[in-house]
């Protein structure tokens, strides 16, 4: 459980017990409810992280909303975008093992996060993690109800692949940005688990030099 449910669900609990003292009972039932869905909100479960060389997991809880070559910085990236509705765990993890290289904040709009102008428009916290000379770049990114966006690491710390990074409050989408040589292992639709599920096979590094091996779009499901 993160524990900012515990204080949402504390506040509720306290405002229950005036309403109900001050009017009726039944009229505490509402904030009781919702005291219910901050718990369940915030929840955190444990999860059995992939041991697999090359591995890239999903950084979110969703549903795979977009996946697309893009130009950035001079490059291109491979970027897998995930939609995450209010019914998903809002925990984020880190996709790979590595150090921080760069957390940049940036202020913006509260666009709906299915629209496709929300990644470059939208509140939103862009993460650089280097790991086993690869880059990854995710995004933690504001939706129409998400307002806070939360990151409790810092440029230098490392991370394990896996290992709670964030949370996104109330809605929103992450997106994932890696090198197109990598693998594919999910498609457009499939629902993901942050931590859990595999996204991507990076090619490993000596052929990624040396230009040996090739990319997938059908990789296992």
């Not at 969703?62 to 925990?91: C, E, P, Q, Y």
């Not at 760069?102 to 993690?129: H, P, T, W």
């Not at 409790?152 to 394990?160: L, P, R, S, Y």
């Not at 090198?179 to 599920?197: C, E, F, I, Q």
Request: aromatic share 8%; hydrophobic share 45%; with cysteine.
């Amino acid at each position: 459980m993160v524990r900012d449910g515990y204080y949402y669900a504390a506040l509720l609990l306290v405002a229950a017990v005036l309403v109900g003292t001050l009017t009726a009972p039944a009229w505490s039932i509402p904030c009781l409810l919702l005291a219910a869905f901050f718990l369940w909100f915030f929840r955190d479960p444990d999860r059995v992280i992939p041991d697999i060389e090359g591995a890239i997991v999903s950084p979110a809880d969703g549903k795979v909303t977009d996946i697309a070559d893009i130009g950035l910085d001079g490059r291109t990236w491979t970027r897998i975008s995930i939609f995450l509705n209010v019914f998903d765990v809002h925990v984020n993890r880190s996709p790979i093992a590595g150090t921080i290289r760069e957390v940049r904040y940036q202020s913006g709009k509260f666009l709906n996060a299915m629209n496709e102008a929300c990644a470059d428009s939208n509140e939103q916290n862009v993460v650089i993690v280097e790991g086993d000379g690869q880059t990854i770049i995710f995004k933690q990114i504001a939706g129409l109800l998400a307002r806070r966006i939360v990151f409790n690491k810092k440029v230098g710390d490392h991370v394990a692949q896996g290992e709670r990074v964030g949370l996104i409050k109330f809605g929103s989408r992450t997106d994932i940005l890696f090198d197109p040589t990598a693998r594919l292992n999910v498609a457009k639709g499939d629902h993901v688990r942050g931590g859990a599920s595999i996204l991507a096979y990076l090619q490993p590094r000596s052929e990624h030099l040396t230009g040996v091996g090739g990319r997938s779009r059908e990789g296992a499901r």
